[in-house]
């Protein structure tokens, strides 16, 4: 989270600046609480019936999408959780996606399909993924689903083989839906669309009266799937939808426990990874989205406008693709992690100002009290950055003239 400090001259250290950005204290405390309502009592369930169903012909599988930062962050704080995860890559049930490392916007960075930030950040989630998991990821999930035609491009030349996107209704026209596998012009990638509606069946209105589903059980949600009549239904959610945006006592475990069971005992249903219904289905024709119309999973309008929609996200993205430069250029491992942590893309979408039923959504996330607050923040935080990393580099350059200096003094003709 990043801080208020004003007096930036004596922050001039990459570590001092580090202390004074981010509320590590407040970091720990949001990760136990989440981890005690969501993570560890959902990680036990998806092993208990992924343990359940392993022995039959149809198996329970699921797949993870974790950033480089959670891992970092478990690890230290949770150390516990970290190793659940770690069973449930043994179990062989379970696939782990690629991302960017810092949860990031820097796919918008580049042009053509070369991005060098953010295939830096999806080269170092991959090694972190195949480090703690000793899975290589082959599939690959944009931070909030942002996909594009030059995105989907880039991802498959860093040896990808799929990419998760939103099947929102436009780029879908005609009779074609969500439930099958695209692919992307002149590309081999092959497209999973999310089935939005009933993903948010579960995430945003199981527990909802004035829903017309509601109550949302296992059995009727069985029967909902049971009836698409694709290939293939892509339920991607948040995992804080167990136990966090849905509470323990709605009832949300007892029906996660309870669907794989509905599921699997109807014919012609079972589960499959990513990978696994890539290989499995063929591409049913291509999906076309330029980069003026990138799309992502978030609110009504599903477009990046969560993250980029007002003036003071636009300006806070521009300057930290701006200092990042300076930040480049000292090599200094420490300036470019706070460079990078500024980069999570919450730190956006705190400064969200849209309306309608967005809006308590962006304010149930935010620490601050308000978007002004949080453009503040960031943009005192951006400041602190380049001041420390222009001395960095000063320091640098002071260096290498008084080695130089050094050098020719000790020279004897």
Same mark, same amino acid.
């Given at each position: ?9 004596n922050i001039n250290t990459a570590k001092k600046l580090e202390n004074s950005l981010f509320d590590e ?22 092993? &208990?019936?992924?343990?359940?169903y392993k022995s039959q012909k149809k198996k329970f599988k699921i797949a993870y999408s974790l950033s480089?930062?959670?891992?970092? +962050?478990?690890?230290? $704080? ?8 770690? /069973? ?35 080269r170092m989630n991959r090694e972190a993924v195949k480090s703690l998991f000793g899975y290589d990821a082959?599939?690959?999930?944009? @931070? ?62 199981? #527990? ?13 949600? *069985? $029967? ?7 290939? +293939? ?7 804080? +939808?167990?136990?966090? $945006? ?15 069971? &509905?599921?699997?005992?109807?014919? $012609? ?5 990513? @990978? ?36 003071? /996200? ?30 999570? #893309? ?23 009290? +308000?978007?002004?607050? *949080? ?39």
């Amino acid at each position: 989270m990043p801080g208020h400090l004003i007096n930036v001259s004596n922050i001039n250290t990459a570590k001092k600046l580090e202390n004074s950005l981010f509320d590590e204290k407040k970091n720990k405390e949001v990760i136990k609480k989440v981890a005690t309502k969501c993570y560890f009592p959902a990680n036990n369930l998806m092993l &208990e019936q992924i343990d359940l169903y392993k022995s039959q012909k149809k198996k329970f599988k699921i797949a993870y999408s974790l950033s480089g930062v959670f891992l970092d +962050t478990i690890e230290r $704080h949770e150390p516990d959780l970290l190793e659940s995860f770690k /069973q449930l890559a043994k179990t062989g049930c379970v696939e782990f996606l690629n991302e960017t490392y810092y949860h990031s916007l820097s796919s918008f960075w580049g042009e053509g399909i070369k991005r060098e930030e953010f295939e830096d950040q999806v080269r170092m989630n991959r090694e972190a993924v195949k480090s703690l998991f000793g899975y290589d990821a082959k599939v690959f999930r944009n @931070t909030e689903l942002l996909f594009n035609n030059m995105i989907a491009k880039t991802v498959e030349k860093m040896g990808y083989i799929g990419m998760l996107s939103e099947g929102i209704e436009w780029i879908l026209d005609g009779w074609r839906s969500p439930e099958h596998v695209y692919g992307v012009k002149d590309s081999n990638l092959g497209i999973l669309l999310r089935h939005y509606k009933l993903s948010d069946d579960m995430s945003y209105r199981f #527990s909802a009266r004035w829903f017309s589903g509601w109550p949302v059980t296992a059995e009727k949600y *069985a $029967h909902w799937l049971s009836k698409c009549p694709g290939e +293939t239904i892509n339920l991607f959610m948040d995992y804080e +939808t167990f136990g966090e $945006h849905q509470w323990e006592d709605t009832g949300i475990f007892d029906f996660l426990k309870q669907l794989p069971y &509905e599921v699997l005992k109807t014919e $012609h249903m079972d589960f499959a990874t990513p @990978t696994e219904v890539i290989k499995r289905y063929p591409k049913r024709g291509n999906i076309d989205v330029s980069v003026y119309d990138t799309i992502s999973w978030a609110d009504l309008e599903r477009d990046p406008s969560a993250w980029l929609g007002n003036d003071m /996200q636009r300006f806070v993205f521009r300057e930290l693709e701006r200092v990042g430069d300076f930040v480049r250029a000292t090599k200094d491992a420490s300036l470019m992690s706070i460079w990078r942590n500024l980069q999570t #893309s919450d730190h956006l979408y705190y400064m969200c100002t849209k309306n309608w039923g967005d809006g308590d959504v962006h304010k149930y996330f935010s620490p601050y009290g +308000t978007p002004q607050e *949080a453009f503040e923040g960031m943009v005192k935080s951006i400041s602190q950055l380049e001041f420390v990393a222009k001395k960095t580099l000063e320091n640098q350059k002071n260096h290498r003239l008084l080695s130089k200096f050094t050098d020719l003094s000790s020279f004897k003709i």
